[in-house]
């Protein structure tokens, strides 16, 4: 079924939109929350609470892009049972994406809190249009659906050096390039 058309069926509320949700989009809703969480039933719970999430989002919103509308919703579900989870343990995947990044993202946020989210989430998308397909399938494999260096190295047939030094180069680039934003 095309988005659009679960889209109308969310805002006609008819249920019949979770189990279109469900069929095109469960087993990604699944591997995301997967990835961050580690424990089937975790996992279980994280899609469940996204149909739940979309369902209440939706209306008001009616987005552009309803796989990206919802895997944001399910990630960051994962991301805070993970956080509920794990107060005082740290899980090494999930912590070593987050502080590669670290670097580039050292100093933003400060002030009004949105609009620095937002002004962020704008440079960060320009920066990805400026890569190639490669290279930026690459990067938010790593660092939005939280995929292992291995996984992506099999899902891309790459050498771990290549995808190493691919998402090396591609943090350097985007810290200048947020620099250069004066962010």
């Not at 889209?7 to 469900?22: C, F, G, N, P, V």
């Not at 899609?47 to 008001?60: K, S």
């Not at 690459?138 to 939280?146: A, P, T």
Request: net charge neutral.
């Amino acid at each position: 079924m095309e988005d659009r058309s679960i889209i109308e069926l969310y805002w006609a509320r008819s249920e019949q939109a979770i189990r279109e949700t469900e069929l095109k989009y469960g087993r990604l809703f699944r591997q995301i929350a997967r990835n961050i969480l580690h424990n089937p039933s975790d996992v279980d719970e994280c899609v469940n609470d996204t149909y739940l999430g979309a369902w209440n989002a939706i209306p008001p919103a009616r987005p552009r892009v309803l796989a990206a509308f919802l895997c944001r919703i399910a990630r960051n579900l994962a991301l805070k049972k993970y956080a509920y989870i794990h107060a005082s343990r740290r899980n090494p995947a999930v912590t070593v994406s987050y502080e590669e990044l670290e670097a580039c993202l050292d100093d933003v946020g400060s002030g009004e809190q949105n609009e620095a989210d937002d002004r962020l989430a704008d440079c960060i998308n320009g920066f990805l249009d400026t890569l190639d397909g490669a290279t930026r399938q690459v990067f938010i494999r790593r660092y939005w659906y939280f995929d292992s260096v291995k996984e992506i190295m099999r899902r891309f047939r790459m050498s771990k050096s290549k995808v190493e030094s691919m998402l090396f180069r591609t943090r350097n680039k985007l810290r200048t390039w947020i620099e250069e934003e004066g962010l």
